[in-house]
């Protein structure tokens, strides 16, 4: 079975991985920039991910690469607690939760693709065109060099918001739609916060900071806080994504949130670089699949950051379409069975994000009590607090009693660790 991948990103390295270890042989992924320089900032493994990159053979790299936090926090505006639960093996996971450099996952996943199935990345390629055939399709890309076609038997769209396949198949759609709120991320070396090992969240639906290690505390006592800081009304849907902008204004906005646990401006303008995005995700779409093509991760269904779930859900995408393309009849009920398994829940999962998902206990909190409050449970009663929670880890496929009995997604006729 000959396999294009579109998209040299998490999801798209993880596809190629997860193909390979199902026993699939003839793959070949094509990234449209000319070199893959491990960009980004922070990103988390949830259980459900780190689940699939363990049965790949993978959890050693991502130990050595990241943090494990043990528990996640809420906090409204004034740095008053909310909500917090633990996380990974500590919430009762039989796989743990990883906080990682994005771009230094994306490096270790293509180092991988290179060690297990050799040089099969193509750079500087740029899908322009899919010509379909009965029994299967002829890719197009744009190169430096000219134009290059790749014949497939199946060809996965892996290549971001912004994906070229998507686009083929629905032009009329245009750009992402935008939420109003813009995002500001960076990494900053800093003082642990907590216990150093806490994913914290403050604030509510028109400011919010987000901040968590991703690396071990140095020599000088610091550790590398990944950030994101929020504010709605603030920015623009055209931003450049990979816009640097100044420090000293988000500073400002963020003033006067100093807590006793974190001191939020000073993590700011302790960062390297902060980079723009205006937070955007994209509609459920009716199908993913036309054809022997279809779509995997953000290209099919972007979503906000809320729950830290989209690096994950690209992951699970890949190890589901691994599986059912190795283990169906036809190519065509192999992809069939994947948009069945993955585009109902991600379609459930992209609507949560749009409420905010767990991060709603943030917005009740605003709602009922604006300048604060001596006792959580005086304005959320605990049992709702839980079920916020609960739900959205159902929804997610990461609840710990589902994920730790679910069955594996190794094929193990290919020898694939179970």
């Not at 893959?36 to 900032?41: A, S």
């Not at 959580?376 to 880890?393: G, M, N, Q, S, T």
Request: glycine share 10%.
């Amino acid at each position: 079975m000959r396999i294009v991948i579109v998209g040299a990103g998490i999801g798209g390295l993880a596809a190629a991985l997860s193909l390979h270890a199902a026993g699939l042989r003839e793959i070949a992924v094509f990234e449209r920039a000319p070199q893959i320089r491990g960009l980004g900032v922070g990103i988390n493994l949830l259980p459900h991910a780190m689940r699939e990159l363990t049965e790949l053979g993978l959890a050693p790299a991502m130990a050595a690469i990241g943090v494990e936090p043990q528990t996640l926090a809420y906090y409204n505006r004034f740095g008053q607690p909310i909500w917090s639960e633990p996380r990974g093996r500590a919430a009762g996971y039989a796989w743990p939760q990883v906080s990682v450099h994005r771009g230094r996952l994306q490096l270790e996943l293509l180092d991988a693709v290179h060690d297990r199935l050799g040089d099969v990345v193509r750079l500087d390629h740029r899908l322009v065109a899919v010509e379909d055939g009965a029994d299967g399709a002829v890719t197009v890309f744009e190169t430096s060099g000219g134009t290059v076609r790749a014949d497939a038997d199946v060809v996965i769209g892996a290549d971001g918001i912004h994906s070229s396949l998507r686009a083929l198949r629905y032009p009329a759609e245009g750009a992402p739609p935008w939420s109003g709120l813009t995002l500001w991320r960076g990494t900053a070396l800093a003082p642990p916060f907590l216990d150093g090992r806490t994913m914290i969240m403050a604030g509510d639906g028109e400011q919010k900071f987000v901040a968590y290690p991703i690396e071990g505390v140095d020599a000088a006592g610091r550790t590398r806080v990944n950030f994101i800081a929020e504010r709605r009304g603030v920015g623009s849907p055209d931003a450049d994504w990979n816009c640097a902008v100044p420090a000293a204004p988000l500073v400002e906005l963020f003033r006067e949130w100093r807590f006793d646990w974190i001191d939020v401006p000073g993590v700011i303008s302790a960062a390297e670089e902060i980079l723009e995005y205006p937070m955007v995700d994209r509609d459920v779409l009716p199908r993913w699949t036309f054809g022997r093509t279809t779509l995997l991760g953000d290209a099919a269904h972007a979503m906000y950051p809320n729950g830290s779930n989209g690096g994950s859900q690209a992951i699970l995408d890949a190890r589901t379409l691994a599986f059912h393309l190795a283990t169906a009849t036809t190519v065509e009920a192999g992809l069939a069975a994947y948009e069945d398994a993955r585009r109902p829940a991600t379609a459930a999962l992209l609507e949560m994000t749009r409420q905010t998902g767990p991060e709603r206990v943030m917005l009740l909190a605003h709602e009922r009590a604006p300048q604060g409050f001596a006792d959580i449970h005086d304005v959320i009663p605990a049992d709702e607090l839980a079920e916020i929670a609960a739900a959205y880890k159902r929804a997610a496929g990461f609840h710990p009693e589902l994920l730790n009995a679910r069955s594996s997604l190794s094929v193990p006729a290919a020898g694939a660790t179970p």
